[in-house]
């Protein structure tokens, strides 16, 4: 069952025209399907409904309060990797015991929010973080929650961008030290060890790179233990991909089966950090086009969407589907859909073959809802677009777009005076 349909020759989202949308917020914008992200949330849950387990849905994948309470009252929890997303996941009414704190730079006031919210746990990454969050903790009379960060080196096969368990790679403790670290915990008193940590990378479609690193995961818990220390939590990290053009990705539920096989009899709560899966196809990003320039070489449509607004394509080459929120009938040709700003990376799509458009049409960009508005900036001071969030027959500005107020509020001009 997907969410985003043609009736008629119209696209909706849910029940709601984007036609409507687009014109009633203007472009570019971003809208989201609330039943696709509670869908896609339940899918994922269900798949591990047989084992004690906490989903902590990934912030960083797309990180609007509504969205993330939406979630709070599906029962999620949060992985954070800053103040920042710890402060949304507050601020969207999140249980913080149900918050873990990923990431390899945490800072001590990072460190020290986090403590005095009581999150369920820090996800260690370095000796020096160790050390630096048993300092905080004894600071304020707390005893830290944590799990170790496990590089197991392996191979997610995905975009070497968003890979993150190989050795090569900057995060987790390196696999040959993971024992070590677990040892130095024990001698530190504002420290309890309740868990272990890995993420292996992202849009990973295979299940293979998984149960490799859930293997290596059980060898290193089984020496843990050894040591007297109680591994209560399995973190197995976010990564499951989705399908952006003719991927495909597990289904949750194979994904679930083929995890829950080695836990099946241990008492141990498995915690998962799905971003992507939730939400990614759950957002579009609708944009109007602007102009049409052809040019020997190339046919361009430039749109009034760019790579701020949408920075995957420029970032890693990737493939967004693109399609008329108005269907029309028309000539098909090859073209390049291009963003306004003032980079050759800015583009939406190359050598895309779809019905000739016009100027004023509206295009809808697919599979935009993870590391979308998320990721977006305001290079070449361009105004962030509005979001929208459909849920059913009604829609709610959940965001709205930047004023060129915004733009300079933070900045101070200071008294100099030019000679
Ligand atoms: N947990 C940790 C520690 C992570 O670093 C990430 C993503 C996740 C969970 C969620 O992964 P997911 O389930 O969404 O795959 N900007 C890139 C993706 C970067 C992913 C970063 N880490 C993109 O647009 O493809």
Do not use: W
């Not at 399908?243 to 194979?254: F, L, Q, R, S």
């Not at 083929?258 to 950090?273: A, D, Q």
């Not at 102009?291 to 701020?308: G, L, P, S």
């Amino acid at each position: 069952m997907n969410y985003f349909n043609y009736r008629g020759d119209e696209l909706y989202c849910e029940d709601i025209s984007l036609n409507e949308l687009a014109v009633k917020f203007g472009t570019p914008l971003y809208v989201y399907s609330g039943k696709t992200i509670l869908r896609h949330f339940h899918a994922f849950d269900n798949a591990f409904k047989k084992h004690d387990h906490l989903i902590c849905y990934s912030v960083k994948a797309n990180s609007n309060i509504a969205i993330l309470n939406l979630l709070v009252q599906s029962g999620s929890g949060f992985d954070i990797v800053s103040k920042g997303e710890l402060y949304r996941a507050i601020k969207a009414g999140a249980d913080p015991s149900k918050i873990v704190f990923s990431g390899v730079g945490k800072t001590e006031d990072e460190i020290e929010m986090a403590l005095i919210a009581g999150i369920l746990m820090f996800n260690v990454e370095s000796e020096l973080e160790l050390i630096t969050i048993d300092k905080v903790a004894q600071r304020l009379g707390k005893k830290a929650p944590i799990a170790f960060r496990v590089n197991p080196d392996v191979n997610p096969l995905t975009h070497p961008y968003i890979s993150t368990g190989l050795k090569k790679n900057k995060f987790g403790i390196p696999h040959d030290r993971v024992i070590d670290v677990y040892k130095k915990a024990l001698e530190l008193e504002n420290v309890e060890v309740i868990g272990i940590d890995c993420h292996i990378g992202s849009q990973i479609t295979q299940l293979g790179p998984f149960n490799e690193a859930v293997e290596k995961m059980l060898n290193l818990i089984d020496i843990i233990e050894k040591l007297g220390i109680n591994i209560k939590y399995v973190d197995l990290g976010g990564g499951l991909g989705i399908t952006y053009k003719d991927e495909e990705p597990a289904h949750p539920n194979e994904y679930g089966e083929s995890i829950l096989k080695y836990f099946k009899n241990t008492n141990k709560t498995l915690i998962f950090e799905p971003g992507r899966v939730i939400v990614g196809n759950a957002g579009v990003l609708l944009t109007k086009v602007l102009y049409r320039k052809d040019t020997r070489e190339k046919n361009f449509v430039i749109v009034d969407a760019a790579m701020n607004d949408l920075a995957r394509p420029a970032l890693y080459g990737s493939y967004h589907s693109i399609v008329p929120v108005n269907k029309k009938e028309g000539n098909n040709i090859e073209v390049d859909i291009v963003g306004p700003v003032c980079e050759s990376t800015d583009y939406l799509a190359k050598n895309r073959t779809i019905t000739e458009p016009e100027k004023g049409d509206i295009l809808c960009v697919m599979s935009a809802g993870a590391y979308g508005f998320s990721m977006s900036s305001n290079y070449n001071s361009r105004l962030k677009p509005a979001e929208v969030l459909v849920y059913k027959d009604e829609y709610f500005c959940i965001r709205e777009r930047d004023t060129l107020e915004d733009l300079v509020s933070k900045e101070i001009i200071p008294q100099i005076k030019v000679e």
